[in-house]
């Protein structure tokens, strides 16, 4: 409760910060300027780049190519249980730095940017908007959110079906335990840490709908593999998957 309260207070403080004193940008350096320019100034939120490379149709792994999309070798193999996987680009340079500073510096205000960027790079395509019924963020221990203040996934979720004029359906999928991060845990331990740790409450909400799950880091996909089961288990008819990086 108490560290719930300073997270807020240190929250205000921070927004309360940059409304007074415009600094410069956290990522450059250069002053901001224009007006509306809160962290990281308007030429570096521009020099973010979609990866315009192939992809895999169902994993939505990048290929180092630019063929035509097509199925990676793991998914000729087996298919995870999402339908298909978009990801706006590498986890790396400017767009890892913008990550960075949203999840792990505080600054809740640059979900607004990314929600953005995620729009401007995946918002067109059919095949990811085309019969979804609901956007669902992948959730975050309640511990852990007090702990960060915000869940980074729910932001973005809450802009993009916003924009899409998509239903939010927030306290359906849960996290139910509290494991070790997944980026502390080996790779091929990820998919053990995470087995048993969400759950699905009131299934009726999500009962024969296609839901478009939404996260920010794409690494083994486990997290998003043990949630998609979660809500097939539940009765979704279909899950699909849009992240904003991809490691
Ligand atoms: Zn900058
Ligand atoms: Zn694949």
Redesign the pocket.
């Known amino acids: 409760m108490i560290s719930s309260i300073r997270k807020k207070i240190s929250t205000f403080f921070k927004y309360a910060e940059l409304l007074l004193f415009p600094s410069s940008?956290k990522?450059?350096l250069?002053p901001l300027e224009a007006i509306g320019d809160r962290v990281?100034?308007r030429?570096?939120f521009e020099s973010l780049r979609h990866r315009s490379s192939s992809f895999c149709l169902s994993c939505g792994h990048f290929f180092q190519d630019s063929a035509e999309p097509r199925l990676c070798v793991q998914c000729l193999e087996k298919k995870p249980g999402y339908s298909l996987h978009r990801s706006c680009g590498q986890y790396m340079g400017k767009l890892k730095d913008f990550i960075l500073l949203f999840k792990y510096r505080g600054y809740k205000i640059l979900g607004k940017d990314l929600a953005r960027f995620m729009l401007q790079t995946l918002g067109k395509s059919e095949e990811i908007w085309w019969g979804v019924d609901a956007v669902v963020p992948v959730p975050l221990h309640p511990k852990r959110k007090r702990h960060r203040g915000f869940n980074q996934a729910f932001i973005l979720a809450k802009i993009i079906a916003r924009e899409k004029k998509k239903a939010l359906i927030t306290k359906c999928l849960v996290k139910a335990k509290n494991r070790p991060p997944q980026t502390v845990v080996e790779a091929q331990e990820r998919g053990k840490n995470i087995k048993g740790a969400f759950a699905v409450k009131k299934a009726g909400e999500i009962k024969g709908k296609v839901i478009l799950l939404v996260d920010d880091v794409f690494t083994t996909g486990a997290t998003v593999k043990e949630c998609c089961e979660m809500l097939l288990q539940a009765g979704a008819k279909e899950v699909r998957v849009i992240t904003l990086a991809q490691a």
Request: hydrophobic share 25%; proline share 0%.
């Open positions: 940008c990522l450059c250069k990281v100034c030429s570096c």
